[in-house]
Structure formats: structure tokens, C-alpha cells
């Protein structure tokens, strides 16, 4: 997971395994390299940070194994049922969601230029807050973040969850949004139609699974949504801001946007 940049894994194969949970199982896969690679040039056409880890950049930054218990999880069970096929495994990393729902739109170029039938999975924990023994405690948020979550996919209703306050969603200590707003990318322009299948939190953590498939006909632009309910959400916060952060603001934009220094 990178602060800046959305990853994408190169590599004829990938590898991993589940010691630290207590699991003597090594799992290899073969990689869809050229997917990989069509997915990071669409980013790079695109103006999103997409990074394609090749073997030098894996060294750089001490990746030993690809796939980490969030990728085997998954793949697991697509062994189980017969699956052989390759994959592609990307992750979001700490963007903003829009961001991170355009690097979606780059996945799905990718996907149709090569002509490839693709399932998408988006793995990972909801909230790591709901009893005293969990990773992050008990918090209100997030047992409610949790219910809030079957809710939204129920319904479809995504916005929803794109809403969410950042400091809520500190405090609900989740990792669902990034793999999902990855996913619903993909789906730009689609009506997505979400069904939740099961839910448990067995060690203080939320798991859920859950189905969703593209219906017919056209759905409007979550993207150009999500867009305008930003830039309202800016002019608020701008409107209210200091004379100093009014400065600082000020500084940093000319600083970035024109290469000078202000005058005072």
C-alpha cells in the first residue's frame, strides 16, 4: 500500500504464503502481465498514479512476497472451486476516492482493450473497532460503519458510503472503501446491483461477502457526482476558513500552481 500511487503486481507469477497465521501453505499463481501493464499505461494516460511493481521496484521497497493475506484469502477459494487461470492484483493504496474510482476506470480500459472476461475482487476488512479485543478497540463508529455497509450495498447506494466523514471513518477503523471505489470504477456509467450474502465478525473484526452485478441500460455518472459533492464540500470549508489558513492556502496553491512566491 502506497500514500500516493495505486500498485499494480508485475512478474510471471505470484507468490505468497500464510506462515504468521499459522498456515505451512506456499500459493503461486501466474500473473496476467500484459493486463498489468495495459492497466498502469491507461493510468499514465490518464494522469492516475498507477505503479507498475516490477522486480526492480519490489526490491527497492524489500517486497519479498506479492500476495499478502488479503490476496490469499480470496484466491484460496478460487483455487478451491477449479479456477486456474491468471490474475492481475492491484492495490489502492491511500488516495482520495475519486481517485482511486478513476484508477478503476483505467482497470476497465485495460480489460477491454485486451478483450478479457474478468471477474473483480475487492478484498478486505470492514472495521477493525467493534469490541473491546479488536485491533482498535470498540468504538460507535464502527459497529456502525459496519451496518451502514450492508445497508449501502443492499441498496447500491454508494454515495452513501462516499460521504462518509474521514474522521468517522478513522474511527470506525476500516478497510473496505479503497478495494470497493477501485471496483465500482470499473462499473462507471453501469448500474451496479450489490447483494450481501454473509456477515461475521468472529475476531473483532467485520467480515462481509457480498455479490454485485452490472445490470441493463445506463446508470448516471457516480464520478461526476462525487465530483460536485467535493467541490461543494471545499467551498464550505473554504468559506470558513482563517485569514491565516486563507494564507497558507494561498501559499502552497500559487507556490505549486505557478512556481512563485507570494508577496505579503
Same mark, same amino acid.
Given at each position: ?125 470492514? !472495521?477493525?473497532? /467493534? ?6 478497540? +470498540?468504538?460507535? *463508529?464502527?459497529? =456502525?460503519? &459496519?451496518? #451502514? ?6 441498496? !447500491?447506494?454508494? /454515495? ?6 474521514? +474522521?468517522?471513518? *478513522?474511527?470506525? =477503523?476500516? &478497510?473496505? #472503501? ?87
Amino acid at each position: 500500500m502506497f500514500e500516493d500511487a495505486i500498485s499494480v503486481m508485475d512478474g510471471d507469477y505470484l507468490g505468497g504464503e500464510l506462515k504468521n497465521f499459522g498456515v505451512d501453505q506456499q500459493y503461486k499463481v501466474p500473473n496476467d502481465r500484459q493486463l498489468a501493464r495495459a492497466i498502469a499505461e491507461h493510468g499514465k494516460k490518464s494522469g492516475i498514479p498507477i505503479v507498475l511493481l516490477e522486480e526492480q521496484l519490489k526490491k527497492n521497497y524489500m517486497i519479498r512476497e506479492e500476495l499478502d493475506y488479503g490476496a490469499i484469502v480470496p484466491f484460496h477459494y478460487l483455487q478451491e472451486a477449479g479456477y486456474e487461470g491468471k490474475i492481475v492484483l492491484l492495490t489502492p493504496g491511500f488516495l482520495p476516492f475519486e481517485r482511486t474510482y478513476k484508477a478503476g476506470m483505467c482497470l476497465r480500459k485495460g480489460i477491454e482493450e485486451l478483450g478479457r472476461n474478468a471477474v473483480i475482487i475487492a478484498s478486505g476488512d470492514n !472495521s477493525h473497532a /467493534l469490541q473491546k479485543n479488536s485491533p482498535a478497540g +470498540s468504538t460507535v *463508529e464502527g459497529r =456502525a460503519f &459496519d451496518a #451502514l455497509l450492508q445497508k449501502a450495498i443492499s441498496g !447500491s447506494d454508494w /454515495l452513501s458510503l462516499y460521504e462518509l466523514d474521514h +474522521s468517522y471513518l *478513522e474511527r470506525a =477503523a476500516e &478497510d473496505t #472503501l479503497g478495494s470497493l471505489f477501485l471496483l465500482l470504477g470499473a462499473f462507471e456509467g453501469v448500474a451496479l446491483l450489490g447483494t450481501p450474502l454473509s456477515y461475521e465478525a468472529p475476531f473483532g473484526v467485520g467480515y462481509t461477502v457480498a455479490t454485485m452485478y452490472p445490470s441493463e441500460g445506463v446508470a448516471p455518472s457516480l464520478l461526476m457526482t462525487m465530483d460536485a459533492i467535493r467541490e461543494s464540500r471545499m467551498k464550505r470549508i473554504r468559506k470558513q476558513e482563517s485569514e491565516h489558513a486563507l494564507l497558507a492556502r494561498t501559499a502552497v496553491e500559487t507556490y505549486v500552481r505557478e512556481d512563485r512566491v507570494i508577496q505579503l
